[in-house]
């Protein structure tokens, strides 16, 4: 009878032990080589996003990570393999001795080459959400939005007649009206780096963005900001005023990028514009 005797008997409970063992590892194996494979195309879309190029080899080594596998059941596979013909080392009770070397363990390499890819991937990881750190902050450090509700009263240009001092001039911003005492808002993150009062731009501060940004608000009633403090966008930084040198209340708004003015609507979003 096979099995008949108590060695033969322990062999096989383990043998199926092992079967279940090895069913478990060859699955979780399988997850982990379609898990890198979906990983690996989201990193492409992810690296495509934040204006790195394809990445080939990724692709290649997950591909022949997930391709050296040989899908779900190799280990099993080996498992179930054809005992050693008659020549192999036996036991004493006829059973095949290199069990062992049988169960599919031959395939480290394999699991070395996902484990290759999960670090591959995990570098690309980091390096895409460094870029889009600094992108993001970029981006929330650029004037893109108006500091206040209003009409566009006069644009930027290097010619305007002034309606005060009756003479030809540069308008080294864009001109808001706006009600008296309208709130107006940080139209970027920054530091506020001066607050005056001037002849001509009456209640006047000017913020910091970095990048050689720089915003400048004039004839404000009121400044809400002091010097050295940090503001976000769409926070209330002062009201809308008739300070200085003005016709009316309105916001005066100046972009300066390393020292020099450009037009604010550069900047600003499409759907931020009011006419």
Partial sequence: TPYATPSARLLAAEN????????????????????????????????LLAGFPADSTADSSVAGAVAAMGGSGRALASLNAP??????PSSPNGLPKPFLGRLGFGSRADIEGLITRATALSANF??????LTVNFERLANTPSIMPTTGWLSSHFTQSRFHPILHASRAHEGIDL???MGAPIIAP??????SVANEPGYGRTFQIDHGSGIITRFAHCSRILVHV??????GQPIATIGNSGLSTGPHLHYE?????????PLRFVLPDKVTD
């Fill in 177 to 179: 009206s706006a009600p």
């Fill in 228 to 233: 050295g403090q940090a503001v976000t966008r």
């Fill in 255 to 263: 972009v300066h990028v390393n020292g020099k003015p450009v037009d």
């Fill in 188 to 193: 970027a993150a920054g530091r506020v780096i």
């Fill in 126 to 131: 980091r390096a895409v959400n460094d870029t």
């Fill in 83 to 88: 005992a050693p013909s008659a020549g192999a």
């Fill in 16 to 47: 199926v032990r092992l079967r279940a063992e090895l069913q478990g590892i060859d699955t979780r194996i399988a997850a982990l080589s379609d898990t890198l494979a979906t990983l690996g195309v989201r990193d492409q879309q992810i690296r």
